[in-house]
């Protein structure tokens, strides 16, 4: 079992940046694949990106490549989203993954979630 804490959120103009830290407690932090998802008023939750349990792999969501960068420190069992020039469009509830795996068809599964950090991101 994992417990995943979510921070950092807040509301912020369009252009500046924040970082989200997402602390986990539990069984040992190093054996999982960690993520980041993210979910709209009105839409459905998605892929941000994921970071592999020794943090030399990476991937993201098109929509934040280039802006967006996942870190993590397996001492302090700690994963990061650093966000830099914000849209309105990334305004939603960001949600820390634990122990993802993508299918074949590109698709995520995801064993344990964080209860969530508003973003607010105004024009």
């Known amino acids: 079992q994992v417990q995943l804490v979510e921070s950092g959120g807040g509301l912020v103009q369009a252009g500046d940046s924040l970082r989200l830290s997402c602390a986990a407690s539990g069984r040992t932090f190093s054996i999982y694949a960690m993520g980041w998802f993210r979910q709209a008023p009105g839409k459905e939750r998605v892929f941000v990106a994921h970071?592999?349990?020794?943090?030399?792999?990476?991937s993201y969501a098109d929509t934040v490549k280039g802006r967006f960068t996942i870190s993590r420190d397996n001492a302090k069992n700690t994963v990061y989203l650093r966000m830099n020039s914000l849209k309105p469009e990334d305004t939603a509830v960001y949600y820390c993954?634990?122990?993802?795996?993508?299918?074949?068809?590109?698709?995520?599964?995801?064993?344990?979630w964080g209860q969530g950090t508003q973003v607010t991101v105004s024009s």
């Open positions: 993954a634990a122990n993802l795996n993508r299918s074949d068809r590109g698709s995520w599964t995801v064993d344990y």
């Open positions: 970071i592999s349990r020794s943090g030399g792999g990476t």
